[in-house]
């Protein structure tokens, strides 16, 4: 495994939930920065939840702060994403990032260098 693998993704009813998981590879085991991201067709990646493996200091983008929930295992070799309340706009296909360093901050693409494959979520009204 080199790269982080997510599952978890499904169809859901507005105000249903997800939890998504993200396995790292190996040598991120302890990465010092991971996040959730995700994309549309029609717009750009964006920084949806991360944290500092560290401290668990989090990260939550406006549209899913309350909503959405970002931790890790206690052995800090899986990443999770719960989702409550999803809304149709939540519909996406949710990417997994991880780095061992954070030069920009949590919410920034340029700060990871690995990256997972995704995992979709449809949300239905």
């Known amino acids: 495994q080199v790269e982080p693998v997510e599952s978890g993704g499904g169809s859901v009813q507005a105000g249903g939930s997800l939890k998504l998981s993200c396995a790292m590879p190996?040598?991120?085991?302890?990465?010092?920065?991971m996040a959730w991201f995700r994309q549309t067709p029609d717009k750009e990646r964006e920084g949806v939840a991360g944290?500092?493996?560290?401290?668990?200091?989090?990260y939550y983008s406006d549209a899913v702060k309350g909503r959405f929930t970002v931790s890790q295992d206690n052995a800090k070799t899986t990443l999770y994403l719960q989702m409550n309340d999803l809304k149709p706009e939540d519909t996406a296909m949710y990417i997994c990032a991880a780095d061992r360093g954070c030069p920009y901050g949590l919410d920034r693409r340029l700060t990871f260098g690995y990256w997972g494959q995704g995992t979709q979520v449809t949300v239905s009204s």
């Open positions: 944290l500092y493996s560290t401290d668990n200091r989090t």
């Open positions: 190996r040598f991120l085991h302890s990465a010092y920065c």
